[in-house]
């Protein structure tokens, strides 16, 4: 895994990229394309029409520099 990580990171600082740590609650479109995949045990493709309500309100919000808060 350390190779594997100082392998991006090399790639990384050739192409001027960066790294930074994202809170799930900073990122929910990212986070709840994740449970998706989580929930069909498979990798998919979307599109944008056929994303699901959720996520094309917290896409916008997002977009909007509005924060998302989780409610449990």
Known sequence: MRALVSNIKSMAS?????FTHVFREANSAADHLANL?????????M??????????ATTFLESMDVPYFRSR
């Open 37 to 45: 995949t989580i929930q069909r045990k498979a990798a998919f493709t």
């Open 14 to 18: 050739i192409c001027n990229g960066s």
């Open 47 to 56: 599109n944008v029409d056929s994303l699901d309500n959720h996520l094309k």
